[in-house]
């Protein structure tokens, strides 16, 4: 097993900045990460892991900031070709753009395509792990799953279920999404460092038929997450209604079919109702904000003090190609920015826990990824807090380290990524 020292300014989360203040997070200005084969072995100052670990090779990476690489919780994949398309809100967005695009992923080769061009992005833009959906068609798995594996990448996926409502080039059935979900997480749940995540899109494209079948192939795994979306935009809320007349709101569509639970991740939740956040509450569900997404198209401004304050489990996501951008430092950014809209803004430290043991919590993975902790997998980065001209002149005049970062969370881009680690092995970015 190699073991390699990696010297540098390090930042790692001992609680939530939430629950205790900024001061949870740990800032070693001369600070050390010992990575033994894929995981961190030990962590420190760097005199003392250097006197601890004398015949070791060392890597010093000098003013850089070691730090988790970014977990992105909710992703569309297959929707990078279409990103920064203009001028639609959801529904409309959906049918002019995304499901004509979609439909391309019966293709195997273009789905491989695809799922390289994506992990290219991500993984110069500093993010370590993520939560994607497919297509309907389990191509768009086999082919993501198989670039995460190549790369030793750990990732979550799944393929996307629809049997209404849609074109009909993408419409599967309640048997078939049972069929083949089950088929793909028997093949990738626990193949290498990716799990499946079972995947009904939203209420709008789904039977009641086709829900009850995903609750059922949940029941079965009970160990996979479920992934979809909630309360994202308001036409899309009335459109639930209608859809389902006895409903008691666009939560029970979901809880009707045992679509809830502690492993359920819903995307956006924007526009929740009371009972609907007492039942997230109660059932311990993950909720993910999407900012860039929830600005570009239009859909509102997520509650992020409010529901953490009242004990909701959040993390953070692109929402990529809703979202418009792969960056979560511009994710980041976004965020901040509704919370200001909001009257309540988030602290460095917390948009850094949100995007990193914030999504990794979401994903029920923060004993493996997600901070610098011994026995975590070295998914790992270094940040140059000095990364463009605009950046370094603000930067340099900060008195603490958080008045430092933030220019990077603001301005930063793939420019402020020098380095990406994945299960300890430097990636080319
Ligand atoms: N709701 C259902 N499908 C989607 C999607 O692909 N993107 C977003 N942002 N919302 C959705
Ligand atoms: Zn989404």
């Known amino acids: 097993m190699t073991n390699t020292l990696h010297l540098g300014r390090v930042l ?17 200005r001369r600070g050390a990460i010992l990575v033994s084969g894929q995981h961190i072995s030990d962590i420190g100052e760097a005199d003392v892991l250097r006197a601890r670990h004398p015949n070791v090779e060392v890597q010093d990476h000098g003013d850089l900031l070691l730090m988790a690489g970014f977990v992105d919780s909710h ?12 001028g639609k809100r959801l529904i409309d967005w959906l049918n002019s753009y995304t499901f004509p695009e979609e439909a391309r992923f019966a293709d195997l080769e273009y789905a491989q395509t695809v799922a390289t061009t994506y992990l290219n992005l991500i993984i110069a833009n500093g993010t370590t792990s993520f939560c994607s959906y497919g297509t309907i068609h389990p191509a768009s798995i086999d082919a993501i799953f198989h670039a995460t594996r190549e790369r030793n990448m750990r990732a979550w996926a799944g393929k996307t279920a629809m049997d209404r409502n849609a074109p009909d080039n993408l ?7 049972y069929d083949d979900s089950a088929k793909l997480l028997s093949h990738w749940h626990e193949n290498g460092r990716n799990r499946y995540v079972i995947t009904p899109r939203f209420s709008p494209t789904s039977t009641e038929s086709q829900l009850e079948a995903m ?31 006895n409903a008691k709101d666009y939560l029970d569509t979901y809880e009707t079919y045992g679509l809830i639970g502690s492993r359920a991740l819903y995307g956006h939740a924007i526009h929740l109702e009371e009972r609907e956040k007492a039942r997230i509450l109660e059932t311990g569900a ?25 004990g909701h489990r959040v993390g953070l ?27 309540t803004p988030l602290h460095p430290a917390e948009l850094l826990w949100l995007s990193t043991v914030g999504s990794a919590k979401v994903l029920h993975a923060d004993t493996l990824i997600g901070n610098l902790s011994i ?8 940040l140059d807090l000095a990364s463009t001209p605009a ?26 990524i020098s380095q990406v680690w994945l299960a300890g092995t430097a990636q080319k970015v």
């Not at 419409?171 to 999404?177: N, V, Y």
């Not at 993950?286 to 009242?310: A, E, R, W, Y």
């Not at 950046?391 to 402020?416: H, K, L, N, V, Y």
């Open 12 to 28: 790692t989360f001992d609680g939530s900045p939430f629950d205790n203040g900024p001061d949870v997070a740990q800032y070693m």
């Open 317 to 343: 996501a692109t929402d990529t190609g809703g979202g418009s951008s792969f960056s979560m430092l511009r994710t980041m950014a976004t965020a901040y920015e509704i919370s200001q809209l909001k009257g």
């Open 375 to 382: 026995g975590h997998e070295a998914d790992f980065i270094a």
């Open 75 to 86: 992703v569309h994949y297959a929707q990078t070709g279409i990103i920064a398309s203009w």
């Open 286 to 310: 993950g909720l993910v904000h999407c900012p860039t997404s929830n600005t570009f198209i239009g859909s509102g401004l997520f509650d992020m003090k409010g529901l953490v304050g009242t």
């Open 391 to 416: 950046i370094e002149q603000r930067s340099t005049r900060a008195e603490d380290i958080w008045e430092e970062i933030f220019p990077t969370i603001m301005m930063g881009d793939d420019r402020a």
């Open 215 to 245: 609750g059922a192939l949940w029941a079965e795994h009970p160990d996979c997450l479920m992934q979809t979306h909630l309360s994202e935009q308001v036409e899309e809320i009335a459109w639930v209604q209608s859809l389902f007349p």
């Open 171 to 177: 419409i599967d059935t309640a048997q078939t999404a």
